[in-house]
């Protein structure tokens, strides 16, 4: 087993303690992961942080190490001759590792699709020649790399299990003073520093204006921590005040007391959706950078709740869209008008019952139970 960034290793750690629940016979687990795959009894080869890097800035001073740690866990999994290596994540390190181990014996298993599907459709043929199976996290995926001779199974989207009962909205306004008719506005400007660059001046105007329209109007700002220095000097100078929460798990509570979120396209869509938030998806990046996705990307939605539902059902207020005028009024409608909030609510449920949602296997039970039943039939 391979994890190579934080939310790979918290995927790892559930997967081994299902696998560990499931399987008739004891397990010898080894490879590399951090402190949720070691708590659950892996022994990993080097400390998992050596390979946690992103961004071209951060990767390229450490090539020369990054091509020392994959040749050694190539020769380690060569020498101790797993029935089955599985990757979780992080492409860039685990798929090469996957590509040289391709004459060995070992079943070859990646947990998290890349998404070639929207801009990248001819290395699906590659990943089919390296890989045997594939397990996805998003419904529409194993149709997508099937076609491309790759075997793939669904089960579902960790979304669920991570955010699954902190849902305490009323408390959260206790703990902060709101009252519970005070309308409350959650902003998730981006998880990287650029979209953090971008996405804060809009988000400044946006809020002034439906400030004038809800004098009452509170705001609140999730954020991680290694970003929370950025975010509060960029809120400081705010008419409304702005409360930054850096705590992880606070902010499913903060979903839950909010009226709308404003949310940075990606992962936290999905989290946003599970709290049954309605939602509008904002994104700006740079004029080269936005000219050249426009001419990449191939799917016709960004939000990830539109995709699976293959409908547009989340706004989405892109590059030259996302102005504080234009998405002032769509979170006024959304903000003010039952109907709408209703309509939005029911669709983003329906997603997230597509993503494997309550009363069904954990998404991590799904996949130990797809890992076992593959070694099973080799």
């Not at 795959?37 to 001073?61: A, H, Y």
């Not at 419904?139 to 099937?146: D, G, I, K, S, V």
């Amino acid at each position: 087993m391979l994890a190579g960034e934080p939310s790979g290793d918290m995927l790892g750690g559930r997967l081994i303690h299902a696998l560990r629940a499931q399987a008739s016979g004891p397990l010898e687990l080894f490879g590399v992961g951090g402190a949720r795959m070691r708590e659950q009894g892996l022994v990993s080869l080097f400390p998992m942080d050596e390979i946690s890097l992103f961004g071209i800035g951060e990767i390229l001073p450490h090539l020369p190490n990054l091509a020392r740690r994959l040749r050694l866990t190539a020769r380690e999994v060569t020498r101790r001759q797993p029935d089955l290596v599985l990757t979780i994540d992080a492409p860039g390190f685990a798929l090469r590792l996957q590509h040289r181990l391709k004459r060995l014996p070992a079943l070859r298993v990646h947990y998290v699709a890349p998404q070639v599907w929207a801009w990248r459709a001819g290395r699906a043929a590659r990943l089919a020649r390296d890989l045997d199976h594939l397990l996805a996290l998003l419904p529409f995926e194993p149709a997508y790399f099937e076609r491309h001779g790759l075997a793939s199974s669904f089960v579902g989207h960790p979304v669920v299990e991570e955010a699954a009962g902190r849902r305490d909205g009323p408390a959260f306004r206790r703990r902060y003073d709101i009252p519970q008719d005070v309308p409350l506005l959650c902003l998730l400007p981006g998880s990287r520093r650029q979209e953090i660059h971008y996405h804060l001046p809009v988000l400044e105007e946006t809020v002034a204006r439906l400030w004038q329209q809800m004098p009452r109007l509170r705001v609140v700002l999730p954020t991680l921590g290694h970003l929370a220095a950025q975010v509060r000097g960029g809120v400081a100078g705010w008419k409304v005040p702005v409360l930054v929460l850096e705590d992880r798990w606070e902010r499913f509570e903060a979903y839950a007391a909010s009226w709308l979120a404003i949310a940075a396209s990606g992962t936290v869509s999905l989290e946003v959706a599970q709290a049954g938030l309605p939602l509008i998806t904002i994104y700006r990046t740079g004029l080269l950078t936005g000219w050249l996705a426009r001419r990449l990307i191939t799917v016709p939605h960004v939000n990830l709740v539109n995709l699976i539902l293959r409908r547009p059902v989340v706004p989405e207020l892109l590059q030259e869209d996302c102005r504080p005028e234009l998405i002032t009024a769509s979170a006024a409608r959304l903000m003010t008008d039952p109907h709408l909030r209703q309509e939005q609510q029911r669709a983003l449920a329906e997603a997230i019952g597509l993503l494997g949602g309550v009363g069904q296997p954990s998404p991590s039970q799904r996949a130990a139970a797809r890992i076992l039943e593959i070694l099973t039939q080799r």
